[in-house]
């Protein structure tokens, strides 16, 4: 039977918006730059140490495709870095909340993404050995915030 353990929230903050590529023959896609982050968990603690990047491809279907990297160190020094994609509904009630100057509640949206992580540190080997979902539960502007949860 598949389950779910919670394993961790991700919390992020962008820095750098480039416009859309709007007209483009691979579609639009905005960038934005992750300019903090941190990974808190029972067994991680960690804070981005590199500026990571979200390409967001944005549909037509009134979905956009968030595909993002990001590094991080942990509080005893390994390094991790971490992927994800997934789809987030992106409609008026969103964007309301995407602009307020705090971390509001967001379980109402549809905001899903798969995680996947790389490390060589041995004591985080479970991150590479371990399959990741995450949904948003807060967002406000320019800050999103995932439980994650690895599945079992």
């Avoid at 979902?133 to 994650?148: D, T």
Wanted: net charge negative.
């Amino acid at each position: 039977m598949i389950g779910l353990a919670a394993e961790m929230t991700f919390w992020a903050k962008s820095g750098e918006a480039i416009e859309p590529t709007h007209g483009s023959p691979y579609g639009a896609i905005q960038y934005l730059g992750v300019a903090d982050a941190t990974l808190t968990g029972k067994r991680i603690d960690a804070r981005l140490i590199a500026a990571g990047y979200d390409w967001m491809r944005i549909g037509d279907d009134g979905y956009w495709r968030p595909e993002v990297q990001a590094q991080f160190r942990t509080v005893d020094g390994a390094i991790v870095l971490m992927r994800y994609a997934g789809l987030v509904e992106y409609n008026a009630s969103l964007l309301s909340l995407a602009s307020a100057d705090h971390l509001s509640d967001c379980s109402a949206h549809y905001m899903r993404m798969v995680f996947s992580f790389i490390t060589g540190a041995d004591r985080y080997r479970w991150l590479n050995t371990s399959l990741f979902v995450g949904a948003a539960v807060r967002v406000g502007a320019g800050q999103v915030e995932y439980e994650i949860h690895r599945v079992t």
